[in-house]
Nanobody, 126 residues
Framework: VQLQASGGGLVQPGGSLRLSCAFS????????IGWFRQAPGKEREGVGC????????YYTDSVKDRFTISRDNAKNLAYLEIENLTPEDTAVYFC????????????????????YGKGTLVTVSS
């Protein structure tokens, strides 16, 4: 399994962005996907997860009003849409995959990640 995030770049405050997570391997629809970010000088932070079928999502409190996770299992892609970006959203964003039969819509969805992908840098600045 390999994952690659893309879609980052320089965005002005208040702008929006959609990041993609491309999954290479078999049985994408067996895997829950988690999104993470790591800001300069800070620890990795989980921002949200989506179940393997896409019917359930979880977001951390700090982002739940602005972040939306979705997926297209036919295309082996997951997405993270971010609205109303602020400089505090500046970070490398990356995705991870967890082959699980049970999706728990809380912080536990970050714990079972088996594969992490390369990230994409989002810079929010005027």
């Amino acid at each position: 399994v390999q994952l690659q995030a893309s879609g980052g770049g320089l965005v002005q405050p208040g702008g929006s962005l959609r990041l993609s997570c491309a999954f290479s391997g078999r049985f994408f629809d067996y895997y829950a996907i988690g999104w993470f970010r790591q800001a300069p000088g800070k620890e990795r932070e989980g921002v949200g997860c989506i179940s393997s079928g896409g019917g359930t999502t979880y977001y951390t409190d700090s982002v739940k009003d602005r972040f939306t996770i979705s997926r297209d299992n036919a295309k082996n892609l997951a997405y993270l849409e971010i609205e109303n970006l602020t400089p505090e959203d500046t970070a490398v964003y990356f995705c991870g995959a967890d082959r699980t039969s049970v999706f728990i819509a809380d912080t536990q969805c970050f714990d079972g990640i088996e594969y992490y992908g390369k990230g994409t840098l989002v810079t929010v600045s005027s």
